[in-house]
C-alpha cells in the first residue's frame, strides 16, 4: 500500500509516497511540471519487491514552494537530503525528465547514496540546443499554472491543444499545473534553473549501472543518437533500452513494457 508522507529538508517540505514493501530502496523523481502520481502506473509492479519512494519534486505537487528557486542544483540537494535523511542507505534512483538530471548530479556527486541510475528520455545535452517549441509548451503550461482556471478548464485546453493524449491523462496534468509554483517553468525555460548545469563533468563521475530509457527520437528530442553515442563512451556500464513510436512521457504510455525492463534491470542489482 502507497501512503503519503511528508519530509522537511531544512528548506523545504517534500510530499512523497512510499511503499513499504520490499527491499532494497528505489526512488523515484517525476519531471518538470509533474508530480509523484505519473508513476502510478508502474508504482505496484516496483513495489512488489522495493522499498519504493515516489518524491514531489519542490514547487510540484504537494511540496512546498520556494519562489525563484528551482535551479537544477537546488533540486539535485534536495534529493540528495533526502537519501541521506530519509531512506539512509544506497537506492536506484529513477528519474523521467528533469527528475532525471537531478539524479545524475546526485549520483556524480554523491556516489556513495546511488547503487544504480534508470534515466528516462533525460535532455542530458538537448538542454543546451532547446528551441523555441519547447519554451513555447513551457509558457503555455506556465501560463495554466498561473491562471485561476479549474481542473476541468485547464483539461479541456490541454485536450484541445494535444488530442494525442486521452482525456482522463490531461485532467491527471491539469491537476498537476494547478499544484505547480508557476516560477519553476519561468526559470526553465528563461534559463535559469539549468544555468549551473554541466553534463560534461557529472557523466564522467557516474560510476554505478545505468540504464537509459530512450522515446522515439521523432517524438521527443531528448535524446539524438550522437547524444546516445557521448554517453555510451562515457558511462562505462550502460544499457540502452530504445522505444519505438513512444514519446517523452514512457512510463505513462507503455507503462507494461516499461515495468518489465525496469524490473530487469532491478533485479540485477539486487
Request: one cysteine or more; charged letters at 25%; hydrophobic letters at 45%.
Amino acid at each position: 500500500m502507497l501512503v503519503e508522507r511528508q519530509f522537511d529538508t531544512g528548506t523545504v517540505v517534500l510530499n512523497y509516497a512510499e511503499s513499504e514493501s520490499g527491499r532494497p530502496p528505489l526512488v523515484l523523481l517525476h519531471g518538470m511540471s509533474l508530480w509523484w502520481k505519473y508513476f502510478l502506473p508502474v508504482l505496484p509492479r516496483f513495489a512488489l519487491r522495493w522499498h519504493t519512494y515516489a518524491l514531489d519534486l519542490r514547487g510540484h505537487g504537494k511540496s512546498s514552494h520556494v519562489p525563484q528557486g528551482y535551479e537544477w542544483s537546488a533540486i539535485a540537494d534536495d534529493c540528495r537530503i533526502f537519501l541521506e535523511q530519509r531512506v539512509g542507505e544506497p537506492a536506484v534512483v529513477l528519474g523521467h525528465s528533469l527528475g532525471g538530471m537531478a539524479a545524475v548530479q546526485v549520483a556524480a556527486t554523491c556516489p556513495s547514496l546511488v547503487r544504480g541510475l534508470v534515466l528516462e528520455d533525460p535532455p542530458l545535452y538537448a538542454y543546451r540546443r532547446r528551441g523555441r517549441g519547447a519554451d513555447r509548451n513551457f509558457v503555455e503550461f506556465r501560463d495554466l499554472a498561473a491562471s485561476d482556471l479549474s481542473v476541468g478548464a485547464i483539461t479541456q485546453q490541454l485536450t484541445s491543444s494535444r488530442p494525442e493524449r486521452d482525456a482522463a491523462w490531461q485532467r491527471l496534468r491539469a491537476r498537476s499545473l494547478v499544484l505547480l509554483d508557476p516560477d519553476a517553468l519561468t526559470m526553465e525555460f528563461d534559463g535559469r534553473a539549468k544555468a549551473q548545469y554541466d553534463v560534461d563533468k557529472l557523466l564522467p563521475a557516474v560510476t554505478c549501472p545505468v540504464l537509459l530509457l530512450r522515446a522515439d527520437p521523432a517524438m521527443s528530442p531528448a535524446i539524438s543518437d550522437d547524444d546516445e553515442a557521448k554517453i555510451a563512451a562515457i558511462i562505462k556500464d550502460l544499457s540502452v533500452v530504445h522505444f519505438p513510436k513512444v514519446g517523452h512521457p514512457i512510463s505513462a504510455t507503455t507503462p507494461e513494457l516499461y515495468a518489465r525492463i525496469v524490473s530487469d534491470f532491478l533485479e540485477s542489482l539486487d
